[in-house]
């Protein structure tokens, strides 16, 4: 590619397309924060430059100062921003410049509603960086050569912001970008000097690169001429000293609030945030937020997520999976070792000792922090709790070592409250036990409402025992793994036989009468049900209700049974127990049934009904009807 290739007009992706006018029409109430975002990007080419050096010093082309460069023009209203970073060739201007994002992008448009507040939200959490220029330039222009490649390879991106942009190659000397705003007729104070420089100082003091703007020229004595081409010289407006270096005492909570906007592309305010520095067998830094709202593609599994790594303060990569585990993919932070090699890969990663014991402390801090959290008043963890909740609830299963911390942080509904919040901890569970409960028990359910409603329930309401009403997808799987806490055992009130500790020896020697008295029942039921169900027997279980489902000790939970189905997954073959209860009048009419054919109808009805009660689909849904109808009508005669 050189010079002489002519230009060539290219139209926006799509969903680009949408995006990009919604963002020109105000989207951000914020006009001045395309200023942090392009100063950011800036930032991250002269890091990746930084690295691609240590393997080929000739990337640096003989110069090794880095810094970024804004330069504004009040007459031209113009405001231009320079860097000497890594560059891009005409492929990857592209395919940066050209569309939003390399995936995910059809389903975050999907997330608009047409609701600005909410979607300039959404846009934030979507991290759209360069095209926040479009809020305050009606054009822009983009000149860029890619480090180690040839003068007569730069390349000029343009765009109006509309459907299309223009591309052609123009000879760059230095290697990096340069980037032209021209900007609209309301947005002329960006082309101010005092301006600009009071929004690097808010937004950008944090960046380690020095941002460079030209010294202001001294006011011209009266009766002197003002020189003809003064000598231009520049200064830096930021700190440039990287943040996490800094001893915490000296850093505020402004500066910890803008860098957490710089190396999250999040455009809210983080939740909470620890800075630690770690001396002694391993010595490294780490600075760890947590976020506010979950980003558009947190159940990507394609998603990057990872803290930025920086190897004695020199950049390595974006998106270091390796420091934290898959269910705290939404915490975002740098860490900065000095005991790692400056040429580490994502393989060597995953080799290296030192990280498996840094992944282990940043762990326990990130845990520790909610913790803390947990424990402060107001409402920023149930907050956390809405957006984060489901995905903390992966960890069990896959941090056995930190089962405990992360129980403690868990939070369910419960019939306690018999509200559809998460609000309530398993250590305020367990602080509610009655004398003599030994089990936390809880009840999986397609829904909170079924959950809440689900005939399982019946004798722990009357008896005032406390149940968790679990209705999340992921509730199932977290039991099997969670087992335990506090040394309680947990139990699927739907699973097994029920043996509650709190019946009295009276209640017992009724139900052993109840048992005897409904055997002959229990045997025409199995057989008209056989095939159906794994056996019937007369439960303890239910006040109120005719019968309910069971499942065995050692079988797949009703709940996820239906989540393997429903995604394809083979599951083995197992039959439930149909539990009766003999009191209730619809089972005294069906044991006083002497017609076999009307007896198998209303045995397969109470069968259905028992299936319907706990979520599950029927086999024959018309079939249920029919029988239910004939039933009717012969009861109406």
């Known amino acids: ?91 990857e201007v592209i395919e940066n410049l050209g569309t939003i994002a390399k995936s995910g992008t059809a389903a975050f448009m999907d997330k608009l509603t047409g609701d600005e507040q909410k979607d300039s939200q959404l846009i934030g959490q979507f991290g759209v960086g360069f095209y926040s220029a479009f809020i305050v330039a009606d054009r822009v222009e983009v000149h860029t050569r890619k480090a180690g490649s040839d003068a007569d390879t730069g390349v000029v991106w343009e765009s109006h912001g509309e459907a299309e942009f223009s591309i052609e190659g123009k000879e760059k000397a230095e290697r990096g970008t340069t980037i032209t705003l021209h900007l609209k007729a309301d947005s002329g104070e960006f082309s101010d000097d005092w301006r600009v420089r009071s929004v690097i100082k808010k937004y950008s003091d944090h960046i380690s690169v020095p ?13 002197e001429e003002a020189p003809e081409n003064p000598e231009v010289e520049y200064e830096a407006v930021n700190a440039a000293t990287a943040l996490w270096t800094r001893p915490r005492t000296d850093v505020s909570d402004e500066e910890y609030k803008e860098f957490y906007k710089h190396v999250s592309h999040d455009f809210e305010d983080p939740l909470t945030w620890s800075h630690n520095k770690v001396e002694g067998k391993l010595e490294y830094t780490s600075l760890l937020y947590m976020p506010k709202k979950a980003p558009f593609d947190m159940w990507n599994r394609e998603m990057s997520r990872g803290l930025k790594l920086y190897v004695q303060r020199t950049f390595i990569m974006d998106d270091a999976e390796q420091f934290l585990p898959l269910y705290l993919r939404f915490v975002k932070g740098v860490v900065d070792s000095n005991d790692l090699s400056l040429n580490i890969s994502r393989e060597i990663l995953q080799q290296d000792p030192a990280v498996d014991s840094m992944r282990s402390a940043l762990t326990k801090r990130a845990l520790d922090m909610l913790a803390k959290l947990a424990k402060a008043e107001g409402d920023d963890y149930a907050d956390f709790w809405k957006e984060f909740g489901q995905v903390l609830k992966e960890g069990p299963a896959e941090d056995f070592a930190n089962k405990e911390k992360i129980a403690k942080l ?6 306690h409250t018999d509200t559809a919040d998460q609000d309530q901890s398993l250590e305020d569970y367990v602080g509610r036990m009655q004398e003599g409960q030994e089990k936390v028990y809880y009840v999986v359910a397609e829904n909170f409402n079924t959950a809440k409603n689900s005939p399982h329930l019946e004798v722990f309401r009357k008896k005032g025992i406390e149940v968790l009403l679990l209705s999340d997808r992921v509730d199932d799987w977290l ?21 509650l500790v709190s019946d009295s020896e009276e209640e017992k020697a009724e139900q052993e009468k109840v048992a005897k008295e409904s055997e002959a029942l229990v045997e025409r039921l199995s057989e008209t049900l056989k095939g159906k169900v794994e056996q019937v027997r007369p439960t303890n279980r239910l006040t109120e209700s005719a019968a309910c489902l069971v499942v065995g000790e050692a079988d797949m939970g009703a709940q996820m049974r ?26 005294e009419m069906l044991d006083r049934e002497p017609d076999e054919d009307r007896f198998a109808d209303l045995a397969s009805v109470i069968f259905d009904q028992a299936t319907l009660a706990e979520g599950g689909q029927l086999e024959d849904p018309a079939a249920f009807v029919t029988r239910l109808n004939k039933l009717l009508l012969e009861m109406s005669k």
């Open 1 to 91: 590619m050189t010079a002489e290739v002519k230009k060539e007009t290219l139209g926006f992706q799509t969903e680009a397309k949408q995006l990009l006018h919604l963002m020109i029409h105000s989207l951000y109430s914020n006009k001045e924060i395309f200023l942090r975002e392009l100063i950011s990007n800036s930032s991250d080419a002269i890091d990746k430059l930084r690295f691609a050096a240590l393997a080929d010093e000739k990337l640096l082309e003989g110069q090794g100062d880095y810094q970024i460069t804004v330069d504004v023009d009040k007459e031209a209203n113009t405001i231009t921003l320079s860097d000497n970073g890594i560059g891009m060739n005409r492929d």
């Open 562 to 587: 239906r989540i393997m189905e429903a995604a394809g997954q083979a599951v083995p073959e197992s039959l439930p127990t149909l539990e009766v209860n003999p009191g209730h009048p619809l089972v």
């Open 410 to 415: 868990l939070r369910f509904s419960t019939t």
């Open 211 to 223: 941002v460079m703007m030209a010294k202001p020229q001294p006011p011209v004595a009266e009766g």
């Open 479 to 499: 039991m099997n793994h969670l087992q335990e806490f506090d040394g309680k055992q947990f139990q699927d009130v739907a699973r097994g036989a029920l043996d």
